[in-house]
């Protein structure tokens, strides 16, 4: 019961941030297409909702497309579960692919909060060769 409970949850998770990129897809186009500048923010007043929440989604689906998105959706915890949207928006602040795919890869083998992922990314900045987490629990010279 457990693991059909845990695989429920893996899957809203992932059609949770499937739906995220789809309407960060048409916020994307809304901002940067024929409209008005201002759609956006017209927009999220009329839902009640944060016209900067939207801005960020739209950044983090513009950042991170299609094929790279199905290759971090399929990267899971040891639950099954898929990173979390703001682990995606997090990475989505990354200039290159093969940099956000690496430390995606990272967060799930180790168990990453987003906190962790944002201090590490602080610390290395966007350019980065990325270090293993020892596999003691013990901490690295720089502190993760």
Same mark, same amino acid.
């Given at each position: 019961?457990?693991?059909?409970?845990?695989?429920?949850?893996?899957?809203?998770?992932?059609?949770?941030?499937?739906?995220?990129?789809?309407?960060?897809?048409?916020?994307?186009?809304?901002?940067?297409?024929?409209?008005?500048?201002?759609?956006?923010?017209? =927009?999220?007043?009329?839902?009640?909702?944060?016209?900067?929440?939207?801005?960020?989604?739209?950044?983090?689906?513009?950042?991170?497309?299609?094929?790279?998105? $199905?290759? =971090?959706?399929?990267?899971?915890?040891?639950?099954?579960?898929?990173?979390?949207?703001?682990?995606?928006?997090? =990475?989505?602040? =990354?200039?290159?692919?093969?940099?956000?795919?690496?430390?995606?890869?990272?967060?799930?083998? $180790?168990?990453?909060?987003?906190?962790?992922?944002?201090?590490?990314?602080?610390?290395?900045?966007?350019?980065?060769?990325? $270090?293993?987490?020892?596999?003691?629990?013990?901490?690295?010279?720089?502190?993760?």
């Amino acid at each position: 019961m457990a693991n059909r409970i845990a695989s429920l949850l893996g899957d809203a998770r992932r059609a949770h941030i499937q739906a995220r990129f789809a309407a960060g897809d048409a916020l994307h186009s809304i901002r940067y297409g024929a409209m008005a500048p201002d759609t956006v923010r017209q =927009l999220a007043k009329r839902l009640d909702l944060d016209g900067s929440g939207l801005l960020r989604i739209a950044r983090t689906a513009a950042a991170i497309r299609p094929a790279e998105r $199905d290759e =971090l959706l399929e990267l899971t915890d040891a639950r099954g579960w898929p990173l979390t949207w703001s682990h995606f928006e997090l =990475l989505g602040s =990354l200039q290159k692919s093969e940099t956000r795919i690496r430390l995606a890869r990272m967060v799930v083998k $180790d168990g990453l909060s987003v906190e962790h992922l944002r201090r590490f990314i602080r610390q290395r900045g966007n350019d980065f060769q990325i $270090d293993p987490l020892p596999m003691d629990g013990s901490r690295r010279e720089d502190g993760f």
